[in-house]
T-cell receptor, first 114, second 115 residues
Framework: KNQVEQSPQSLIILEGKNCTLQ??????????LRWYKQDTGRGPVSLTI?????NTKSNGRYTATLDADTKQSSLHITASQLSDSASYIC?????????????FGTGTRLKVLA | DTGVSQDPRHKITKRGQNVTFRCDPI?????LYWYRQTLGQGPEFLTY????????KSRLLSDRFSAERPKGSFSTLEIQRTEQGDSAMYLC?????????????FGPGTRLLVL
């Protein structure tokens, strides 16, 4: 069964600290993996996208890694800011029979405190 | 602002009423998706269109749900005889068919509350 699992479910850190969010997936065939940031009451916004051959991708203070062998990804946030408080969703896409499927994780809720 | 708009942003309705939501995708995008998201969960796929053709529907999309994209541009999602379990955020996303880097752009969502 295609699944995307994220951990932790929620996380509280102090402003300025770093944190790492995890994503494990069992999706086949694999096409790419995205991390989205979703502010409360808003739609998700794409942070990074990685294909099978890419193992790291940065977007400002956000760095995503991908290990396609172990089917794991992480999102590292450096020097966190209050505005980083949001849900972070890992999405794996699959391309069976010519139709894209997007499998969403349940997200990690991050709270950054002053 | 991703360029995808949804209307209304909020809807409160009584059980048994019909509701209709609209999504305007990024103009050149040929794929359009509808998702439902409940509190603390990730978005759940409902259906998607490529141009005006509805190519896939989730088992979540009961007979009370119908979606259209008549001219391959905007889309509507209608829920008939709403139930309290329909209360959720309904998200629309669009993308341009483009291989392994195809990226979905999400709208702000329509939050539905069924009383």
């Amino acid at each position: 069964k295609n699944q995307v699992e994220q951990s932790p479910q929620s996380l509280i850190i102090l402003e300025g600290k770093n944190c790492t969010l995890q994503c494990n997936y069992t999706v086949s065939p694999f096409s790419n993996l995205r991390w989205y940031k979703q502010d409360t009451g808003r739609g998700p916004v794409s942070l990074t996208i990685m294909t099978f051959s890419e193992n790291t991708k940065s977007n400002g203070r956000y760095t995503a890694t991908l290990d396609a062998d172990t089917k794991q990804s992480s999102l590292h946030i450096t020097a966190s800011q209050l505005s980083d408080s949001a849900s972070y969703i890992c999405v794996v896409s699959s391309f069976p029979s010519g139709t894209y499927k997007y499998i969403f994780g349940t997200g990690t809720r991050l709270k950054v405190l002053a | 602002d991703t360029g995808v708009s949804q209307d209304p942003r909020h809807k409160i309705t009584k059980r048994g009423q019909n509701v209709t939501f609209r999504c305007d995708p990024i103009s050149e995008h040929n794929r359009l998706y509808w998702y439902r998201q409940t509190l603390g969960q990730g978005p759940e796929f409902l259906t998607y269109f490529q141009n005006e053709a509805q190519l896939e529907k989730s088992r979540l999309l009961s007979d009370r749900f119908s979606a259209e994209r008549p001219k391959g541009s905007f889309s509507t999602l209608e829920i008939q005889r709403t139930e309290q379990g329909d209360s959720a955020m309904y998200l629309c996303a669009s993308s341009l068919l483009g291989g392994e880097r195809e990226t979905q752009y999400f709208g702000p969502g329509t939050r539905l509350l069924v009383l």
